[in-house]
Antibody
Framework: EVQLVESGGGLVQPGRSLRLSCAAS????????MHWVRQAPGKGLEWVSG????????GYADSVKGRFTISRDNAKNSLYLQMNSLRAEDMALYYC???????????????WGQGTLVTVSS | EIVLTQSPGTLSLSPGERATLSCRAS???????LAWYQQKPGQAPRLLIY???SRATGIPDRFSGSGSGTDFTLTISRLEPEDFAVYYC?????????FGQGTKLEIK
C-alpha cells in the first residue's frame, strides 16, 4: 500500500525558515517523480514544486521561486521542501504527491499524503 | 503559465442527476495531460481521471472525462450521495503545473 506521510509543519514567524519532509513507502520511490502542492485555508490547490526521480529536473511555481528548494533522498525514501523567507501568503496545508507514471517527470498525481500545516504569523 | 478556468463555480444538483463540469485552458494542453481530482472536506485530493479520459484505479464508471486542446469536461452520469465534493482540473503538460480554481458540487 502506497503511503505518503508529511511532517515538519508548524508555526513560524514571517521571514523565518521551515523544512518539510515526506516519508514514502509501498512503492519503489526512486522510480517516480514527486511534487509538493499546497492549499491555503478555504482555498484551492496550488502546485508548488516538483522533482524528477533522479533530481535531474526540478521546477517551482513563480510564487516560491528563489525561496523554496525541493530535494529528495532516494536512499531514505524521502522528499523534502526547504522553505526560506516565509510570508503570510505561504500559510497553507502542504501535500506531497506521487506522479503516476514511472520514470516520467510529467504525470498526474496518483497518490497524496494527508498534508502538514504551515502557519506563518508573528 | 497555462491558466485553467473551471465552470460553474458551484453546481447544485440532486442525487441521480447528471453533472457536467467544464475546464477551459488558456492555451492548448500538451498531449491531453489533463487530470481531474475530487476533494472532500478534511481529505486529500483523490485522482479521478488522467490523460483527459482515463479513469484512475477504483474509480466508478459513472465518472468520465473528455476533451482535448483547450476544452475538457468531467461528467458524472448519475450522482451518488458520496459524489458531492469539490472537483479540480489540473494540467501537467508544462513545466509549471497548474490547477483550476475548483467546482463545488452541492446537493440541491
Amino acid at each position: 500500500e502506497v503511503q505518503l506521510v508529511e511532517s515538519g509543519g508548524g508555526l513560524v514567524q514571517p521571514g523565518r525558515s521551515l523544512r518539510l519532509s515526506c516519508a514514502a513507502s509501498g512503492f519503489t520511490f526512486d522510480d517516480y517523480a514527486m511534487h509538493w502542492v499546497r492549499q491555503a485555508p478555504g482555498k484551492g490547490l496550488e502546485w508548488v514544486s516538483g522533482i524528477s526521480w533522479n533530481s535531474g529536473s526540478i521546477g517551482y511555481a513563480d510564487s516560491v521561486k528563489g525561496r523554496f528548494t525541493i530535494s529528495r533522498d532516494n536512499a531514505k525514501n524521502s522528499l523534502y521542501l526547504q522553505m526560506n523567507s516565509l510570508r503570510a501568503e505561504d500559510m497553507a496545508l502542504y501535500y506531497c504527491a506521487k506522479v503516476g507514471r514511472r520514470g516520467y517527470s510529467y504525470g498526474h498525481f496518483d497518490y497524496w499524503g494527508q498534508g502538514t500545516l504551515v502557519t506563518v504569523s508573528s | 503559465e497555462i491558466v485553467l478556468t473551471q465552470s460553474p463555480g458551484t453546481l447544485s444538483l440532486s442525487p441521480g442527476e447528471r453533472a457536467t463540469l467544464s475546464c477551459r485552458a488558456s492555451q492548448s494542453v500538451s498531449s491531453s495531460y489533463l487530470a481531474w481530482y475530487q476533494q472532500k472536506p478534511g481529505q486529500a485530493p483523490r485522482l479521478l481521471i488522467y490523460g483527459a479520459s482515463s479513469r484512475a484505479t477504483g474509480i466508478p464508471d459513472r465518472f468520465s472525462g473528455s476533451g482535448s486542446g483547450t476544452d475538457f469536461t468531467l461528467t458524472i452520469s448519475r450522482l451518488e450521495p458520496e459524489d458531492f465534493a469539490v472537483y479540480y482540473c489540473q494540467q501537467y503538460g508544462s513545466s509549471t503545473r497548474t490547477f483550476g480554481q475548483g467546482t463545488k458540487l452541492e446537493i440541491k
